[in-house]
């Protein structure tokens, strides 16, 4: 609730969420959080003994595991992106920190071999997003909750990537998707050529980085308010 002015000075709480066996060697979710502790910076960093009771198992594939991408916190949940090694399924995984719940979400689409990695992003509406590459074609999708409080995937962006970029072998270039700054229509592609930022909205791009092999990039923001 800090609007990003004084993150340092909110209490911070501790999410842990981990795939498991149970006792029959079926997979399951497993998440559990901290109590609310202050944001005193000042002070050593406490140590998280005091936690909410887990909350159910949710049980999984057993070739389920979890995407290496940040989390995303969008509506009071945390998503995770999973990922099946023999099925082309894709699914969220969502833990909702209001009633400590662990569910799924049906991705918008399937894995295909023209499709690579999607991401999730914080849409500017506050919605969650999915966003993925089919060849040289980016798609977003946003899920929104209609009158009856269901909620559906939408398709809501799509861009011709090979018009935009510069790529220099787009019959044999394979795009990735590795981040977005949240709030925002921005995103993190890697080419043959290097790592771009797209502004989907503007149909703006810059080059940020040489070209290298990520999984992830994070966007590191900060704010300065002087003070009176």
């Not at 969008?74 to 999973?82: D, I, P, Q």
């Not at 969650?128 to 909620?151: C, E, P």
Request: proline share 7%; charged share 20%.
């Amino acid at each position: 609730g800090c609007d990003h002015r004084t993150c340092h000075s909110a209490p911070i709480q501790l999410v842990f969420v981990g795939l498991d066996e149970d006792d029959h060697d079926d997979c399951v979710a497993r998440a559990c959080v901290s109590l609310p502790e202050t944001g005193d910076w000042s002070k050593p960093v406490p140590q998280f003994d005091a936690w909410v009771k887990p909350c159910p198992d949710l049980h999984l594939p057993a070739d389920a595991s979890i995407k290496p991408m940040p989390p995303l916190l969008v509506e009071g949940a945390l998503h995770f992106m999973l990922k099946y090694v023999d099925d082309d399924g894709a699914e969220i995984l969502k833990y909702d920190l209001t009633s400590n719940s662990l569910s799924l979400i049906d991705a918008p689409v399937q894995y295909s071999h023209t499709i690579s990695a999607p991401i999730l992003m914080a849409m500017e509406d506050g919605s969650l997003g999915f966003a993925h590459v089919d060849k040289l074609t980016l798609y977003i999708w946003s899920r929104l909750m209609d009158s009856n409080r269901v909620a559906s995937w939408s398709q809501c962006r799509i861009t011709n990537l090979s018009s935009l970029l510069p790529i220099q072998n787009p019959e044999e270039i394979y795009l990735i998707l590795v981040g977005s700054v949240e709030g925002s229509d921005t995103v993190f592609v890697t080419t043959d050529l290097g790592i771009y930022e797209i502004n989907v909205k503007s149909q703006r791009w810059k080059k940020i980085w040489k070209r290298e092999i990520f999984r992830a990039l994070i966007p590191y923001m900060s704010f300065y308010n002087p003070q009176g």
